[in-house]
């Protein structure tokens, strides 16, 4: 586990705001008194809290005129007194009265005392707005003492809370603890309940800096009584806005919310915005530990604008960066950077150092995920750079520990090395002790990667001893935060040590991270641990044992999967979680020929459909398509979706083995395959040569699509005999590959393959993420009519105005739309082309929405690192500049009714490869919308070839007379029986994904 800087600050985000006293009473705020006696009672009532300041500077007032025989000396006692008597039915309170009986006992000399106890707070209050606190702790201790000596007793427990004050913004919190305690006794003793509940609150939030959680909340409680008696709405906002933060701290996040929405209601009650936005800043917070981020962005959002509009530039930084990661989390990483480099600017204006470096590790931890860390390294560097300036060793040793990452991702093994061995250096000669278990872990993962399981297990060992000991010094980690770290500091440990062979001691370790995680509810750390003991019991031949220990933690996966309400999210956690997928199923097909009436191999074929497609089908289903996601097919369903020649392939790629279910209407069979490695340098090699039109026919791509072939159909080939049609739902890299392309036999060099070699002379074949997905998409593609995109008007290289990217004219593509217009027969039909052809335009073309086909030819642009990035690119908007795109995320905001969409365009196959969702790009845009199927390419294709196929194809679709799969087949075939465009290059990069059957 790594926690970003973001979280290892307290969240308490104006702790040391709220309890700061205002500066120095200004001259003469009494003078707003001084009116007509009927106006005196409402405008004490008016003062608020600014009474007895104003009280106080009154007071001192007429003390300096009476020793100065001042004529001003009788008007101020009158005021004095008539306050005094207006005050108890006005605040009920007797603050002036009781003051006063004490003034009327002083001597000379005592007066001169009290005003000049007045004078050294003052003094005091200025010293700390200097942030001179040992100078401020000095004056306050001198007033302390002449109130003392005066006997009155309300100054003293003012100045023993300003004292406290003091302690806490200088950071000294045990000093301010310890004054605070002091404070509430003098506090108590004057029953000042106000004053009491500010004091009880002081010691919460002190409290909870020292990491006390549980006194904290204490604390915080007792504030909130008093509160809650005095009516204090603005100040118990504060309070249980505290009480939120303590709560989830101690691990009770429903609390925690419940705490949160009483602060939000007052707050927002009270109009107090600059509150408002602190609850809704920790509101979100919680709910983006919880991995609710559809619910926290828009908190963000809102406490964002609050900020904006009172200029209150530090929330903005902080909204910013936290936001930035919920996004990182999300994979979106794009839109972080952006976030971050906001947030930099806003610390810049504030010049806010410290803030600077956690949002430059942000910036840095931002390209990392980006894949960029050329990028990543300069703003990591720079806030190494600040942390030295400032002598803060332990950002410094964050800032090394991110650069480790840094160098690790560059393949720089010795640079990573180096720079963790300095940040654990940093890390100890700050005593910080989070800081130091960070550096260790990332060593540890270092000594693992290297295959140094014995250094690994020394790295994660100390990092165990280290966490053990974090949350005794206080106030870096939450106790829910310092149980996750513990328990997957067991995890580490227990996996190096099960690879070690010390199967019993990884057990423990295993045993021990389930202990916790389940005590704290965390089921994120569950189902690794049942995981780990799952490997544990299947290393020790105990596969029965193993296979209880998967499927519960299969099933708590499945769980968790269920309650993500974020689609980037989901997917983001999902395919970090799928290892427990494809333990559970290799173990399946390991027992099965051991036990050949189980079953076991048709539960490892529905673990494979849980693991499959599921953000894809939540997304149709929350398109209004479904009113709930489709449930996982079995077996016997997944059989029942075939006609008498189809056949379907699903394959589910694993570290130790690989499955393959080839199913058709009358019979099944599970078969094993070689690993993923094995099968992913394969199909890497064919992909790679297939796109290349030099080496789409060298030898290496013959070979690696013969080898493919052998190992992904040749096994099946028996049950193919009766089939002319392949559904292949893939997985993984082989998502990437045109099945059509494998090679039943590799022809001699220099020759080309014998006829019918090629998978595509023998079947007709589309594609399917998933049994599930493809059952979702038979229903739909009720459209009529034909809308065709293509010949976009794009500036040309020498027209240095426009911004964008300059793109080739693709005038083949005018071909295609005249195809289509020859052959759209009776069908209604759109054609936007040449300048007409604007995102503006097609969004607004009413046939989108009504269309049976829609064909788009242009440029694609495939985002592997964020898919919500991809698109296709249209002619300019009218006024000019650069060209026009459709993203993916437009594409989602349709609602299409076509039986196919076509994507003819380069690359508008590819996307982000994402485990157990498949590719996410255009593909799964344009099927969450409604299209029933898609047609799109693997790699840039050919603008002449391209035409031919697609004159080809729609001949025999839309007529009527083909199916999908059998014109897009036949099209194929065409190509490579022309000497010109044999080569896969030019018939292979199209593929048809969804439904094959004909149009309606």
């Known amino acids: 586990m790594r926690l970003g800087p973001a979280g290892l600050a307290p969240a308490l985000i104006a702790v040391a705001v709220a309890l700061a006293p205002a500066g120095p009473v200004r001259a003469q705020s009494y003078a707003r008194f001084a009116g007509a006696d009927s106006a005196l009672a409402p ?368 393949g720089d093994a010795t640079g990573a090395q180096h720079a963790a061995e300095q940040s654990l250096a940093a890390a100890d000669s700050a005593s910080d002790s989070l800081a130091v278990h960070e550096a260790l872990v990332t060593l540890g993962e270092l000594a693992h990667d290297r295959g ?140 099965d020929p051991q036990y050949p009436d189980s079953g076991f191999a048709a539960e490892a074929f529905a673990w494979s459909e849980r693991a499959r497609a599921r953000a894809f089908l939540d997304l149709v289903a929350a398109s209004g398509r479904e009113t709930v996601p489709p449930r996982p097919l079995t077996l016997i369903q997944a059989q029942g979706l075939l006609g008498e020649r189809d056949a379907l392939i699903e394959y589910s790629l694993g570290d130790s083995s690989s499955s393959m279910w080839v199913v058709t209407r009358g019979a099944w069979r599970r078969f094993t395959l070689p690993p993923r490695p094995g099968l992913k340098t394969r199909a890497e090699l064919l992909r790679r040569g297939l796109a290349d039109p030099r080496r789409a026919e060298a030898r290496g791509t013959r070979a690696a699509a013969h080898a493919l072939y052998q190992a992904l159909i040749e096994p099946a080939a028996p049950m193919l005999r009766r089939v002319d049609h392949l559904i292949v739902a893939p997985d993984g890299v082989l998502a990437l590959i045109p099945f059509e392309a494998l090679l039943a036999e590799e022809p001699a060099e220099g020759r080309p393959p014998k006829r019918g070699a090629y998978l595509l002379e023998r079947y007709q074949i589309s594609y399917a993420p998933s049994a599930t997905a493809l059952a979702a998409h038979r229903i739909g593609g009720d459209g009529r009519g034909v809308m065709a995109v293509g010949n976009p008007a794009f500036a040309s290289a020498s027209d240095s105005a426009v911004a964008g990217p300059l793109l080739p004219p693709l005038p083949a593509t005018a071909t295609e739309l005249e195809s289509l217009e020859r052959l759209a027969g009776s069908r209604p039909l759109s054609v936007l082309a040449g300048a007409e052809a604007t995102r503006a335009r097609v969004l607004a073309d009413p046939a989108l929405g009504t269309a049976g086909v829609i064909h788009i030819a242009t440029h694609g642009e495939a985002n592997e690192t964020e898919p919500a990035r991809s698109g296709l690119w249209l002619a300019a908007a009218a006024g000019g500049g650069g060209p026009g795109f459709l993203s993916v995320g437009d594409i989602l905001g349709l609602d299409l009714h076509a039986g196919l969409v076509t994507l003819s365009a380069c690359e508008t196959g590819l996307g982000r490869l994402e485990r157990g969702e498949g590719v996410l790009g255009l593909t799964r845009a344009f099927m969450a919308a409604g299209a029933q199927s898609v047609v799109v390419s693997l790699w840039k294709v050919n603008d002449r070839s391209t035409a031919r196929l697609m004159e080809r194809f729609y001949r025999g679709l839309l007529p009527g007379r083909d199916s999908r799969a059998r014109a897009l087949a036949d099209a194929k075939r065409a190509l490579l029986a022309d000497s010109e465009t044999r080569s896969p290059f030019y018939w292979a990069p199209f593929i048809l994904v969804g439904e094959a059957g004909p149009l309606r």
């Open 43 to 410: 405008a004490l009532r008016a003062a608020g809290a600014g009474f007895e300041g104003a009280w106080n500077d009154l007071l001192v007032s007429e003390l300096r005129a009476r020793l100065a025989r001042a004529d001003s000396a009788a008007r101020l006692l009158d005021l004095a007194r008539g306050i005094a008597a207006a005050e108890p039915g006005a605040l009920g309170s007797r603050i002036a009265a009781d003051a006063l009986a004490l003034r009327d006992g002083w001597s000379p000399l005592q007066r001169r005392v009290r005003i000049r106890a007045a004078a050294t707070e003052s003094l005091a209050a200025l010293a700390r707005g200097r942030r001179d606190f040992d100078r401020t702790d000095s004056l306050f201790h001198a007033a302390l003492a002449d109130y003392r000596r005066l006997g009155e007793r309300r100054r003293e427990a003012w100045v023993l809370g300003s004292l406290g004050v003091n302690a806490f913004i200088a950071g000294r919190y045990p000093r301010a603890e310890s004054l605070y305690r002091e404070a509430l006794t003098a506090r108590l003793a004057i029953g000042d309940e106000a004053m009491i509940g500010n004091t009880l609150n002081a010691l919460g939030s002190t409290h909870y800096l020292l990491g006390r959680y549980s006194d904290a909340y204490d604390y915080f409680q007792q504030a909130r009584a008093v509160r809650e008696r005095t009516g204090e709405g603005a100040a118990l906002g504060a309070t249980l806005n505290y009480l939120g933060l303590a709560a989830e701290a101690l691990g009770r996040p429903d609390s925690a919310r419940v705490w949160f929405a009483r602060a939000l209601e007052l707050t927002v009650t009270g109009g107090d915005s600059v509150r408002t936005a602190e609850v809704l800043v920790n509101t979100a917070r919680l709910l983006g530990s919880q991995d609710r981020v559809g619910q926290a962005l828009p908190l963000y959002e809102r406490a964002l604008g609050i900020a904006r509009a009172a200029g209150d530039v530090r929330t903005q930084a902080v909204v910013q960066q936290n936001v930035a990661e919920l996004l990182r989390g999300q994979g979106r990483h794009s839109e972080a950077v952006a976030r971050l480099e906001d947030a930099a600017s806003l610390r810049l204006r504030l010049r806010d150092m410290r803030g600077l470096i956690f949002t430059s590790i942000g910036l840095g931890r931002a390209w990392l995920g980006l894949s960029d860390p050329q990028r990543a390294r300069p703003p990591l560097e720079r806030a190494l750079g600040l942390a030295d300036s400032l002598g803060d060793r332990t950002m410094k040793a964050r800032a090394l520990n991110n650069l480790a990452l840094v160098a690790r991702q560059e």
């Open 452 to 591: 140094d399981l014995t250094a690994a297990d020394a790295w994660f060992a100390r990092a165990a001893a280290t966490s053990s000991g974090l949350g005794a010094g206080g106030g870096a980690i939450g106790q829910a935060s310092l149980a996750e770290v513990q328990a997957l500091d067991e995890i580490n440990l227990g996996v190096v040590r099960r690879e070690r062979g010390q199967g019993d001691a990884a057990a423990e370790h295993f045993r021990r991270a389930l202990a916790v995680a389940e005590a704290g509810h965390n089921d994120d750390i569950v189902w690794p641990a049942l995981l780990g003991l799952g490997d544990v019991a299947e290393h020790g031949e105990d596969p029965v044992a193993a296979l209880a220990w998967y499927r519960r933690a299969a099933a708590m996966i499945d769980t968790l999967r269920a309650r993500q309400g974020e689609e980037g999210a989901s997917i983001t956690l999902f395919s970090r979680r799928l290892f427990a997928y494809e333990a559970l199923i290799a173990l399946l097909g390991r027992l």
